[in-house]
């Protein structure tokens, strides 16, 4: 199932699972990351022929045992006329802003885009789209001088 939670407590030598399906659909090419405030937030959508089509945010409070969708979040009003994610990676800077970066398909046009939240994930604004890099399945960091790398 792609929507059990496993957590590793041993710096991942052992994996345990805690949840065996959360409340939203199996996903992939999706980011976890987590918030200042400790709320975990998962982004990306459900599995549809092999591209994601739920842009929902998901929001776990209690490490990843329940998980309540934001209802605030909808890429299509960030984004007109996007409906599927093709992949996407976040990440938290040292003051809590939350960047998204992602691909998106629109008309059978794949987009970059970057999003960020500076309320803990509430609200998300473009900031970027297109974005000035080019489509990958890889991650995102952030460095120790608050630079981000893709």
């Known amino acids: ?15 345990y699972k805690i949840v065996d399906s959360a409340e939203w659909a ?9 918030t200042k405030s400790g709320d975990l937030l998962l982004y990306g959508g459900k599995i549809q022929s092999g591209f994601s089509s739920d842009t929902s945010i998901w929001r776990s409070t209690d490490n990843g045992i329940n998980w309540t969708t934001t209802g605030e979040f909808n890429l299509d009003t960030i984004i007109p006329g996007t409906d599927r994610i093709y992949n996407s990676s976040g990440v938290v800077l040292s003051d809590g802003t939350i960047v998204i970066l992602s691909s998106s398909l629109q008309s059978d046009v ?15 604004t473009l900031v970027a789209n297109p974005a000035s890099y080019s489509g990958r399945y890889s ?5 120790d001088s608050n630079d981000i790398i893709y």
């Open 1 to 15: 199932m792609k929507n059990s939670i496993y957590k590793s407590i041993d710096n991942g030598n052992n994996w």
């Open 26 to 34: 199996p996903r992939q090419r999706n980011t976890l990351i987590q």
């Open 110 to 124: 794949t987009t970059n885009y970057v999003m960020r939240s500076t309320d803990n994930g509430k609200t998300f």
């Open 139 to 143: 991650s995102v960091m952030v460095s």
